[in-house]
């Protein structure tokens, strides 16, 4: 079967750095994509990684480690904003269909 | 200007009812997909078409029928709704199927309850 784990809930700081890690274990690995989602509204990506390292976007890094099935996803400079689920998703290639497999997401409060 | 857009919003019915969601999207993109969210928050696909061609079913109840008129509309009709059917469903598209680092665009959800 396919199995995606994340932290159930994260606390952190306005101003502060907070990873939220992910590791995986999939059949037919092809990307990593890392979603936000707030209370009532849809996901929105975040970023992809399908090669090892590091992807930076701003206050957003997200790194990739396909021999250890680990992702995690950084974010730097917290604001109240962050405050959100975020969700790790791996993408599974199976001939024609490319299907994502969604963590229960991680509920990150960021605290003044 | 939505990109995702799904109707209606709310959707509050009894048990054993028949309704309808609907989707659409105005990124020309090919790919739909529909999910359904639980009270835990977990997001599960439960199909995808491309091209109005379904490319993806999962183990879903056959009172879930999709339906796709064309490329940028996917509907979920569920019939003889129950308890357990009280979800979000999101619907999503994707450029290609989603290859490469296409991501999936999603609509703000259905929030159904049965009661």
């Known amino acids: 079967g396919q199995n995606i784990d994340q932290p159930t809930e994260m606390t952190a700081t306005e101003g502060a750095i907070v990873q939220i890690n992910c590791t995986y274990q999939?059949?037919?690995?092809?990307?990593l994509f890392w979603y936000q989602q707030h209370a009532g509204e849809a996901p929105t990506f975040l970023s992809y990684n399908v090669l090892d390292g590091l992807e930076e976007k701003g206050r957003f890094s997200s790194f990739l480690s396909r021999s250890k099935g680990y992702s995690y996803l950084l974010l730097k400079e917290l604001q109240m904003k962050d405050s959100a689920s975020y969700l790790c998703a791996v993408r599974l290639y199976g001939g024609a269909t490319n299907k994502l497999i969604f963590g229960t997401g991680t509920l990150l409060a960021v605290q003044p | 200007d939505t990109a995702v857009s799904q109707t209606p919003k709310y959707l509050v019915t009894q048990m054993g009812n028949d309704k309808s969601i609907k989707c659409e999207q105005n990124l020309g993109h090919d790919t739909m997909y529909w999910y359904k969210q639980d009270s835990k928050k977990f997001l599960k696909i439960m199909f995808s078409?491309?091209?109005?061609?379904?490319?993806i079913n999962e183990t879903v109840p056959n009172r879930f029928s999709p339906k796709s008129p064309d490329k940028a509309h996917l509907n979920l009709h569920i019939n003889s709704l129950e308890l357990g059917d009280s979800a979000v469903y999101f619907c999503a598209s994707s450029q290609d199927r989603g290859k490469g680092h296409q991501p999936q665009h999603f609509g703000d959800g259905t929030r159904l309850s049965i009661l």
């Open positions: 999939t059949s037919g690995f092809n990307g």
């Open positions: 078409y491309n091209n109005k061609e379904l490319i």
